[in-house]
Structure formats: structure tokens, C-alpha cells
């Protein structure tokens, strides 16, 4: 999250971070949607790990969140030579 910030301060290309945040995001939602098709069969297989998947993806959506609704360090007047 505080990469994105710098980068956008400093104005530079953002593509890699995207990515990188896109597949955290599928791979999370993968691995929960096996956990859950697993807990479908069988139930009462990790309710922690579950809990930790959904704790990552609730994470990851805040950082994007935050990273949106703060564009550069300029609002604060910070200067980055």
C-alpha cells in the first residue's frame, strides 16, 4: 500500500503493483472457494484457515481502498524532490 502511494507521488507507472494486487486477489479467492467447495464435503475442515483467507482478502480490499482515496502526498503539502 505505501509502495502504490510513493509511486503515485512520484508519478510512476503503477501496471506491475496492479498486477501484483490482481493476482493476490484471484489467488486468495481461489483458495477460499476450494476451502469452501472441501467444507461443502466434509464439514468442519479449518474453520481458522477460512477465517485467515477471509481476513487476507478484507485486507487487501483496504489497502486498495486506501490507496484510492489517497492520491499523492501533495494534499498534505509533503514535497519529494
Do not use: K
Not at 9 to 36: C, G, R
Not at 59 to 64: A, D, E, Y
Amino acid at each position: 500500500m505505501n509502495m502504490v502511494i510513493l509511486f503515485r507521488h512520484l508519478n510512476q507507472p503503477l501496471e506491475d503493483v496492479v498486477s501484483w494486487a490482481l493476482e493476490m486477489m484471484n489467488d486468495l479467492i481461489d483458495s477460499y472457494n476450494s476451502l469452501f467447495n472441501q467444507q461443502q464435503l466434509s464439514p468442519g475442515t479449518s474453520d481458522v484457515e477460512s477465517a485467515q483467507l477471509v481476513l487476507s482478502i478484507q485486507l487487501l480490499l483496504g489497502s486498495i481502498r486506501v490507496v484510492t482515496e489517497m492520491p499523492t502526498f501533495r494534499q498534505f503539502g509533503c514535497q519529494i524532490p
